[in-house]
């Protein structure tokens, strides 16, 4: 009944505008210093928090997948309690507790009823300072890590993204698979497990945002009795700055299917760097405003070629890309390829125009209140904004960074960052007339 109660009060729950956010920091001793939105008009506390250098990027060579094998475990079972215990009682408060590793972070993400905050907090905490890794949930969450790289490797998408990955952060970090491999989660022991955790889940790095109905006192008292057990200092392995350098051409995955996954992309730019917004305005108009986009029209609506197609500009801590994918038959699959280079080309050598521009703003000042729709969104931009470095104003001050982007901005970030004669293309189908050029990472 918690559970449900729970759920129908995230369903009602309604999003607050971005500009009326009142963003507090609560510096808690011993643990650092959180961002907090209070919102007592619901009985519900979201909390997400990140662990900095912390992400798959740290996995042991030859055993990738330590970061992901590690955050399966986190919730089956932490202090006196095991897998069965631990799970019975979020169960039993309605608590819901998750775990995740990216490349440069592992999150957590908490939701609790107001009334059963203590004993959420108090979980959470000892989930991260007190894992059990006990032998049954270490084998039991490896045999899940299985079958999802089982699944992944018959999922057209998943193989073109680690294939493209592969080629274009070779002998980095970035370019080994987050999942792991058969080979490499069996070579995953427990103390290697340990180990991970020990060493990347401290406060020192730690990120913290708190929504909902509670104080700043009281969320001073909570996190200081979630994390306060936790180590001071996390020892990351260094991961070097990189550069995304995939080999310009085609590889293509032969597949018998009907149509072919396309992933596609080159370097990109990092989230601190100037022309940031001036690359998300003109990646609006080149691919990534839905059906507002260039390559939408073309591709998809003039032409019919497509299922779906996008990109956009991803940073890393250590590495910027420019990544987009399309789904297309396999007998078209050349014809898609040719105009989204041909499209590319246009938008570095004549720009956008006075109209994609201002449509580009409009979306993207309009649409920024939707990543505050509810208490999760909410912790899960905060967490966000302060892994980029930002202070709580940001949230006021972001629209203003986008109207700011003019016309010259676009079209010189066009020739700056689009080389569409660089691009990697990664194939996976059968596609008619589209052979491999450079061989497979």
Do not use: C
């Given at each position: 009944m ?58 042991p ?21 095991d ?25 957590a ?32 969450v ?11 490797e ?36 427990r ?12 406060r ?104 779906y ?50 449509l ?20 899960g ?61």
């Amino acid at each position: 009944m918690k559970r449900l109660i729970l759920a129908l009060i995230v369903l009602l729950a309604g999003a607050l505008p971005a500009q009326a956010l009142d963003i507090q920091t609560v510096d808690v001793p011993g643990v650092g210093t959180a961002w907090l939105v209070e919102n007592h008009s619901l009985p519900i506390i979201a909390v997400q928090l990140a662990f900095r250098n912390a992400g798959t990027a740290q996995d042991p060579q030859a055993k990738e997948g330590t970061a992901t094998f590690v955050a399966g475990l986190l919730n089956e079972g932490a202090g006196d309690m095991d897998a069965a215990a631990f799970q019975q009682r979020l169960e039993e408060l309605a608590i819901e507790m998750s775990f995740a590793a990216e490349r440069d972070e592992s999150f957590a993400v908490m939701k609790t009823l107001t009334e059963n905050r203590r004993e959420a907090f108090r979980l959470l905490g000892l989930a991260l300072s007190q894992p059990r890794f006990d032998a049954d949930a270490i084998e039991r969450v490896r045999q899940q890590l299985f079958a999802a790289v089982a699944q992944a490797e018959q999922t057209p998408s998943a193989v073109a993204a680690k294939r493209w990955y592969a080629a274009a952060f070779a002998g980095h970090p970035y370019g080994r698979p987050k999942e792991g491999s058969v080979d490499s989660l069996k070579a995953i022991t427990r103390d290697d497990l340990r180990a991970f955790a020990a060493s990347h889940f401290a406060r020192g790095s730690l990120v913290i945002a708190i929504v909902g109905d509670v104080t700043p006192e009281e969320a001073k008292a909570l996190l200081g009795q979630a994390f306060g057990a936790l180590p001071e200092k996390a020892t990351p392995a260094p991961v070097a700055e990189v550069k995304a350098s995939p080999p310009a051409g085609i590889e293509v995955v032969n597949r018998p299917i009907p149509q072919s996954t396309i992933v596609f992309g080159h370097t990109g730019i990092k989230r601190d760097d100037p022309d940031w917004y001036a690359a998300q305005v003109m990646n609006y108009t080149l691919g990534g405003g839905g059906f507002s986009s260039r390559l939408v029209n073309e591709v998809r609506e003039k032409r019919g070629l497509a299922y779906y197609i996008y990109t956009i500009f991803a940073p890393f801590d250590h590495a910027g890309i420019m990544l987009g994918s399309v789904g297309t038959q396999n007998e078209r699959a050349a014809e898609s390829m040719a105009i989204i280079g041909t499209e590319i080309t246009k938008m570095r050598d004549g720009g956008a125009t006075e109209a994609e521009l201002a449509l580009a703003k409009k979306y993207l000042t309009g649409s920024y209140p939707l990543s505050f729709a509810s208490s999760g969104k909410i912790a899960g931009e905060l967490v966000a904004l302060q892994l980029d470095g930002f202070a709580p104003d940001f949230v006021a001050k972001r629209n203003a960074y986008i109207e700011a982007v003019t016309l010259d901005d676009v079209n010189r970030v066009a020739k700056r960052l689009l080389s569409p004669e660089n691009l990697h293309w990664v194939v996976v189908g059968a596609p008619d007339g589209v052979a491999s050029t450079v061989p497979a990472k």
